[in-house]
């Protein structure tokens, strides 16, 4: 008699030898099978990554040997392949994202096999387990997720991996002034550098008793007292304040 550890995951990486330390085996016989098993007919050693995944009868048989007083016979044993399976490890991200959104959660396909780590290049920052992302205090731009799992030989489960952008749009800078123009005291709004289009912005003047002022790049004002300027671009929003300390504007005489 002779038996095989089973069943066997199809992804094991070491092959199974027969247990043949049942008193009284005869060795010197052959071992074999149906199609689908790659058996060493010698040993009885399978090559797992080489067979097809089923449930197999593996029979032992020895031929007569008149000489020792033995006479032909077999035995079986049945031996399990199980197909290794692929775990489930889709996910996304909610993105584009502002650089002062809230905490940013994958959302994970269904079926999602935890237990896998998450990783990402140096700027962002993100929970290796959860793949929480912490905007606030992450680098604007755009960032590949992996999302990795480990095979796991004991519920016969391969390796698996998937990726997963998510763009985070950062702060524009502000240029926010007043001046007089005529006799108007004016704010204006200007961009840094070029860091937002003020053609395509949105704007939100906001003055010192939080009245809202107005939605153009330009205000007059005839107050004085600190003025914020919301400005809205790429979905995002960034503020500046405007100190106002006076509003005289007197055009001299020529």
């Known amino acids: 008699a002779f038996t095989y550890s089973t069943p066997i995951c199809a992804s094991a990486t070491t092959n199974p030898i ?18 689908g098993l790659v058996i060493d007919a010698s040993t009885g050693v399978i090559n797992v990554q080489s067979s097809t995944p089923n449930s197999y009868t593996v029979t032992y048989s020895v031929n007569a040997d008149p000489a020792n007083c033995i006479v032909a016979n077999s035995t079986i ?15 996304s991200y909610t993105s584009p994202v502002c650089y002062n959104d809230t905490d940013q959660a994958p ?17 962002l920052s993100i929970n290796a387990s ?14 590949v997720v992996t999302y990795a799992i480990p095979a796991d030989a004991s519920i016969c489960q391969n390796a698996g991996s998937q990726t997963a952008n998510i763009v985070i749009t950062g702060s ?9 123009q005529g006799t108007a005291y004016v704010l204006t709004a200007n961009p840094v550098e070029g860091s937002f289009n003020p053609e395509t912005a949105t ?15 330009s205000i007059t004002v005839t107050e004085t007292g600190t003025y914020t300027v919301d400005v809205t671009y790429n979905g995002c929003v960034t503020s500046a ?3 106002v300390d006076t509003i005289n504007c007197v055009i001299q005489k020529g």
């Open 18 to 35: 027969p247990d043949t330390s049942a008193t009284g085996f005869v060795t010197g016989g052959t071992f074999s099978s149906s199609t």
């Open 77 to 91: 044993a049945t031996v399990v392949i199980n197909p290794a399976t692929n775990p489930e490890v889709g996910f």
């Open 107 to 123: 959302v994970l396909n269904s079926g999602f096999v935890t237990g896998g780590t998450f990783s990402s290049t140096t700027g």
């Open 130 to 143: 959860t793949g929480l992302i912490d905007v606030a205090n992450s680098v604007p731009g755009l960032y």
């Open 172 to 180: 524009v800078q502000i240029d926010a002034q007043g001046g007089c």
């Open 203 to 217: 704007y939100t003047w906001i003055a010192p008793n939080d009245a809202i002022l107005g939605h153009t790049q």
């Open 241 to 243: 304040e405007v100190i």
